[in-house]
């Protein structure tokens, strides 16, 4: 089963994740979305493929107080597992997901694809980026 966990202020990466998952249930594939604050261990141990999503913050930055710890806490378990990075930013240039692309490979983590980034979430526009992301990451 892939799991597609996610941090979101606005609402904007919870509407980017439920695209995604949306794009990996037309490929057939079996997903569960959870919000960070909700996932456990075993959930990066049962996943087939772990999708996390989590915005721009600050000064293009992870969320610290709870996407930060989860990533602390679980780092042996990502070792080795298939992921894909998603989130939403409002200003600056995307470099936090730069950052947190290279904080996920130094951990072992095996990137299935490019992380997906939008600006803010413009609905009738970025849902289709989102599904087609979810197609990718099982392709």
């Not at 995604?20 to 087939?48: F, H, M, P, R, Y």
């Not at 289709?128 to 197609?135: E, H, P, S, T």
């Amino acid at each position: 089963m892939i799991k597609v966990i996610y941090w979101t202020g606005t609402g904007n990466t919870q509407k980017m994740a439920e695209n995604i998952v949306c794009g990996i249930q037309e490929t057939g594939k079996e997903v569960e979305i959870l919000e960070v604050s909700n996932a456990t261990d075993k959930d990066i141990i049962d996943a087939e493929v772990l999708v996390l999503g989590c915005p721009a913050m600050g000064a293009e930055e992870l969320e610290d107080s709870e996407v930060i710890p989860f990533i602390e806490n679980n780092a042996a378990l990502m070792q080795g597992k298939k992921m894909a990075l998603f989130g939403s930013y409002g200003w600056g240039t995307g470099e936090w997901m730069d950052a947190w692309k290279e904080q996920m490979a130094s951990l072992g983590a095996n990137l299935v694809a490019e992380p997906l980034i939008v600006n803010e979430f413009t609905d009738g526009q970025d849902e289709a980026i989102c599904n087609d992301y979810g197609k990718k990451i099982v392709g």
